[in-house]
């Protein structure tokens, strides 16, 4: 049992991409595909050329640029052979092209909403629906999908930490590949094209035993995955490595391996040691009598080396695997991404659908009389398919001049283009005013402040900003893009006097909601040290003061959106680190910086505002 362990332990990163790409070969559509994360875009495509390499030749690679249209994805009406023909003809899709094959997805961290759905339709049922209902029938679409995430940097650092692959499509593939940024990934694989030919023709025959997929279950939740696409993806890996090796049962090392390479990536938890069985009293009842008139059919004999003792050891095993080839730091970084369980990719803010600029997502039905943008071609589009019986209806009424246009449009026909414009972001600064602060890091939260104000206005976003100090908190400026009021209002900020953090905390939910009624998203900033004692009544007294901002900060989290809370203080203060807890803001203590040392962690915390912006 040990031994697997060790191999597993020594399939490092690029052992891990080499035998994935393998298996992906064997079978692309039941494998799903790959996440493929890597330091830099040349070592992602230097794997992609080496799975390439890996499937018969004229096998389907299709690339999916993240502003495709549905026309151009799904398929549509071909508008020159329409024309042509005088009858609707279909233009096959993307997806369709695909099918048997790779579809891949470059920088699949920033694919939009609509696009991850209609992806995932698509895996899921294996046919891209008919757009042209009556005109064409659904056409198959099984491939690998090959998501690129490009949010790492070369050292590793991730500069768009908010933008990972969207976990609609990372469930639905096997593989969660890191490849490293120093390694001798290569064209050559483990197997030649000649080996991955012979696993092709007998994956069908290749079968799993009871024992193995409930190992696989097993040990998927002991490494907390919640996905149950991910242990049958194991036992899917496990067969196409069984294959790869000539056999037709999966056997215990099909499985370690499958198991490191499918669950270790997924993993959220670490297992917890199982409780010593207790032993046996002496007084205790002995077991009954093993019956041994037992029917020939009661005997399972598939595969006796699994009795009850043998399983449990499996399941240890497969444990003991996981845990060897998982990377330092793994666990905790899946367990506390704030990215984990997003719906889709793409930067936190999200886009608003109806305005009067942006990028194109598709076309409306409509009168361009009315103030919308006319799309040309689409309207050729919906016209095409009628010209013959257009141009015939004009010969039978006698409107001769009329039945001689070369393509007639008719007000039903116009298409208006359907933009999407990037929702804006409100951020809200709540700056501590009150004498502990000010004599600790007024000086230098001010001009943090100065830094921040001015890359929401390199982002065209709008600030707000509160004080608070005394009894109360004050909305010093409310939600604007003028950036010079701002700094004026900040300039003329005082300080001294009590912590009324609850009534700071309120005014800034208040305004959150409403930007969020406005369509922006929020991001709001504390800068204070959160020693609160002003109640918020406005009464001194510590315990009540404190516990009033408690209740404000679960009022703040319960109304979503991005937070964040700096610790001013001289050294980090369990207070402070509590109160982010309760409004679910993340934390920064700065016990010895200055304001561009503020500014720099805010930046990091909060991927909307770009780094370098000031």
């Known amino acids: 049992m040990t031994l697997l362990a060790d191999a597993a332990q020594a399939l490092d990163a690029s052992t891990r991409a080499r035998l994935a790409a393998a298996c992906i070969a064997v079978d692309p559509a039941l494998l799903g595909g790959a996440v493929v994360r890597a330091p830099r875009s040349d070592i992602a495509e230097h794997w992609l050329r080496a799975l390439r390499g890996l499937l018969p030749e004229g096998t389907a690679a299709r690339r999916v640029p993240l502003a495709i249209t549905d026309d151009r994805l799904l398929g549509g009406l071909d508008l020159a052979m ?14 369709a092209a695909a099918d048997g094959g790779l579809l891949i997805v470059p920088c699949a961290e920033r694919a939009r909403e609509a696009l991850v759905a209609r992806l995932s339709q698509t895996m899921d049922t294996g046919v891209v629906p008919s757009r042209l209902s009556g005109i064409t029938e659904p056409s198959a679409a099984r491939f690998a999908l090959i998501a690129l995430d490009e949010s790492v940097a070369a050292d590793g650092d991730d500069h768009a930490a908010d933008e990972r692959v969207a976990e609609a499509l990372s469930d639905r593939v096997a593989f969660l590949l890191e490849l490293p940024a120093e390694s001798s990934l290569g064209t050559e694989s483990a197997f030649d094209a000649e080996q991955i030919a ?35 993806f194991a036992i899917r890996a496990a067969r196409a490595l069984a294959a790869l090796d000539g056999r037709t049962r999966v056997g215990d090392e099909d499985l370690a391996t499958a198991a490191v390479l499918v669950l270790g990536p997924r993993a959220t938890q670490v297992p917890m040691a199982a409780p010593a069985e207790p032993e046996a009293s002496a007084d205790a009842s002995p077991p009954p009598p093993e019956r041994d008139d037992a029917e020939p059919d009661d005997v399972d004999d598939t595969r006796d080396e699994h009795d009850p003792m043998t399983q449990r050891e499996l399941d240890e095993m497969l444990v003991r695997a996981v845990l060897a080839a998982l990377p330092a730091g793994l666990v905790l970084d899946a367990a506390s991404s704030p990215t984990r369980g997003r719906a ?62 070369k393509v007639q449009v008719r007000p039903d026909d116009f298409r208006l283009r359907r933009l999407m414009e990037p929702a804006g972001t409100t951020a809200i600064f709540v700056v501590d005013a009150s004498g502990s602060a000010a004599l600790h890091r007024m000086a230098e939260a001010k001009g943090a402040v100065e830094l921040l104000l001015a890359d929401s206005y390199a982002r065209r976003d709008e600030v707000a900003l509160i004080a608070f100090r005394g009894a109360g908190a004050e909305v010093l400026l409310p939600p604007t893009r003028a950036i010079a009021a701002a700094k004026r209002a900040l300039a003329a900020l005082p300080g001294g006097g009590g912590t009324p953090l609850a009534s700071a905390i309120d005014r800034a939910r208040e305004l959150a909601l409403q930007a969020r009624r406005t369509g922006n998203d929020t991001v709001v900033v504390f800068l204070t040290d959160a020693k609160a004692n002003i109640a918020r009544d406005g009464t001194p007294g510590r315990p009540q003061a404190e516990a009033d901002a408690l209740a404000s900060a679960q009022a703040l989290r319960a109304a979503r959106g991005t937070a964040l809370l700096i610790d001013t203080s001289p050294r980090p203060s369990e207070v402070a680190q509590r109160m982010a807890t309760a409004m679910g803001a993340r934390y920064v203590a700065l016990p010895r910086t200055d304001a561009a040392g503020i500014h720099a962690a805010v930046v990091a915390a909060i991927p909307k505002l770009p780094k370098g912006a000031a």
């Not at 329409?82 to 997806?95: F, V």
């Not at 305005?355 to 589009?381: N, S, W």
């Open 82 to 95: 329409t024309l042509a023909a005088g009858r609707p003809m279909a233009e096959r899709g993307l997806l």
């Open 344 to 405: 889709a990719g793409g930067r936190a803010g999200g886009d608003r659908a109806g305005g009067v600029r942006g990028r194109q997502v598709g076309t409306r039905r409509g009168d361009p009389r009315a103030g919308g943008r006319l799309d040309l071609i689409e309207t050729l589009r919906a016209a095409a398919p009628w010209q013959r019986l257009r141009r015939e209806a004009a010969r039978t009424a006698d409107a001769l001049p009329r039945a001689e246009v």
């Open 198 to 232: 012979a696993a092709r023709a007998l994956m069908p025959s290749v079968r799993a035993d009871d024992a193995v997929i409930a190992s696989a279950v097993s040990v998927a939740a002991a490494f907390g995955i919640v996905s149950l696409r991910a242990p049958s």
